[in-house]
């Protein structure tokens, strides 16, 4: 016994002796139950079995034996090896230590852990001066309730920071994670991802190449080539911002959202979606495609919004407000304000809705377009409707009433029925294709006739009172209806048109 503590104070005093003759660091034995000194391979060695525990440099190690090459200043030590570093610990069943560098690989079931999280491995490589460790050979990092596996990591402990690398995956009870490389910082929680990601929750799934999420505060950012995927649902954007505990997101610049159940697109460069609801509102130049029977209708907005009915009815509202704009090939409109509803699939048009179909304008206080099997089915114009039709070049064959009710077949306009305190004006013509004069008619009711996108017929109801003006003696105001007003200059030329706005 008396031997073996001379063995070891005269080791620990020679080693002392040689890190400061030499310029190695300081190597302190400050346990051992055995301690020999010896030679192997033509390198003097000391050997230490039992209870081992060395210092270096505020570094401490223990373990069940060790071999000290006072040389090289390695340490190879075995059997529940530990290292510890202010809060850093480190485990494995065997360590290679070199004193100089200040570097360790420990292996067997290595273990690190800083207190607020464990990483597990067959391999772990430690750097002890900056305090970064890594793996290559497959780990896996547990966080309270957060696990995240990968092929390759590194742990910077001063900035709390793992970059993870090669099929990571992470599994949260909230949400699971695939992605090519991620960073993740133990203290906020937080997963910065980059490549191809994927995250999956209960209700959603979404893909990206770049972007961010913090458990601690459950908000995330994704990047490039983002999409959500929310059955009926999708969203494609480069920039898309979100609060999961407020079920609130943002996306700023350009996206396109999809709804496969009502064959609708909408797009925009900046939008909002709140969960409750699925409420999503586009701005900043958005437009939307409504799909329908062997056409589409296309149609913009200041603003457009879509949401369900109630949390409890999932059947989808639909607001456009300010400069509304529409196009389809047989029918064109404009208006202030627009509201459809998927539960009775109407368009309700108001503040100066205007609508067209060929060279015909038709306008009143509040316009309806009901559509039946994704076709143009009936429209009613409701106050001060009044119908214009270009006769000629500075003539306009007009109609008006209180309420007007046009019918579609196949989404062409059949025939419309004016009712209530009905007015004509229309210019007739000879047989030489020359204006004679214009028919004015009173009538309590009147109903229009259609033919290849052109009024064929009228018919008056309940003793019209005609008076027939000949051409010269029409003064100035017996040329137009009062309130008459030729729009247009208003009417939409084009899908693309409404896209490019």
């Avoid at 207190?115 to 002890?128: A, I, P």
């Avoid at 505990?245 to 709804?259: L, M, S």
Wanted: contains cysteine.
């Amino acid at each position: 016994m008396l031997l073996l503590i001379f063995n070891l104070q005269f080791s620990i005093f020679y080693l002392s002796a040689q890190d400061n003759e030499g310029g190695k660091k300081e190597v302190e034995i400050l346990n051992a139950d055995y301690l020999k000194m010896q030679e192997e391979n033509g390198k003097k060695v000391t050997k230490l079995v039992g209870n081992v525990a060395i210092k270096q440099d505020g570094v401490f190690m223990w373990c069940d034996s060790a071999n000290l090459d006072k040389e090289t200043n390695n340490i190879d030590a075995w059997g529940r090896v530990h290292i510890q570093q202010d809060t850093i610990n480190a485990y494995s069943q065997t360590l290679h230590h070199n004193g100089d560098k200040k570097f360790s690989r420990l292996s067997g079931n290595a273990v690190l852990t800083d207190g607020s999280m464990k990483l597990f491995t067959d391999e772990l490589f430690y750097d002890v001066k900056n305090k970064v460790s890594y793996y290559l050979v497959g780990g896996r990092v547990y966080k309270d309730s957060t696990i995240i596996v990968s092929k390759k990591g590194y742990y910077y402990s001063n900035l709390k920071d793992v970059y993870f690398n090669d099929s990571v995956v992470i599994t949260d009870p909230n949400y699971n994670l695939t992605s090519d490389t991620l960073k993740y910082n133990v203290e906020t929680k937080t997963s910065t991802f980059f490549g191809n990601t994927i995250i999956v929750n209960e209700s959603s799934r979404i893909y990206c190449n770049n972007g961010w999420y913090n458990s601690n505060k459950d908000i995330s950012s994704f990047g490039k080539n983002t999409v959500v995927v929310n059955p009926p649902q999708r969203l494609l954007t480069d920039s898309l911002y979100y609060e999961r505990f407020h079920g609130y997101g943002k996306v700023i610049g350009p996206f396109q959202w999809i709804d496969s159940t009502m064959d609708t697109e909408i797009f925009g460069k900046y939008g909002e979606y709140y969960d409750s609801l699925q409420n999503i509102m586009a701005t900043q130049h958005p437009f939307m495609i409504y799909k329908m029977d062997k056409d589409s209708l296309f149609l913009n907005a200041d603003t457009l919004k879509c949401r369900n009915k109630s949390e409890e009815d999932t059947t989808k509202n639909f607001f456009a407000y300010h400069k509304v704009r529409m196009f389809m090939r047989d029918m064109q409109g404009v208006c202030d304000s627009m509201f459809y509803s998927f539960e009775d699939s109407t368009f309700k048009m108001y503040y100066n809705p205007i609508i067209w179909t060929d060279n015909i304008q038709m306008s009143g206080d509040t316009v309806l377009l009901k559509i039946r099997n994704k076709k143009a089915d009936k429209l009613s114009i409701y106050h001060a409707g009044f119908i214009i039709s270009p006769s000629g070049k500075k003539y306009y064959d007009q109609i008006k009433g209180i309420n007007i009710f046009g019918y579609f077949v196949d989404n062409e306009l059949h025939h419309m029925d004016v009712k209530g305190n009905s007015e004509s004006l229309y210019f007739g013509k000879n047989e030489a294709n020359k204006y004679i004069g214009n028919n004015k008619v009173l009538s309590t009711d009147i109903t229009l006739y259609f033919k290849e996108k052109k009024m064929e017929k009228i018919v008056f109801i309940q003793k019209p009172e005609a008076v027939f003006t000949p051409m010269k003696k029409l003064a100035a105001d017996q040329y137009q209806l009062k309130d008459f007003k030729w729009q247009i200059e208003r009417k939409p030329k084009s899908r693309e048109e409404l896209i490019n706005e």
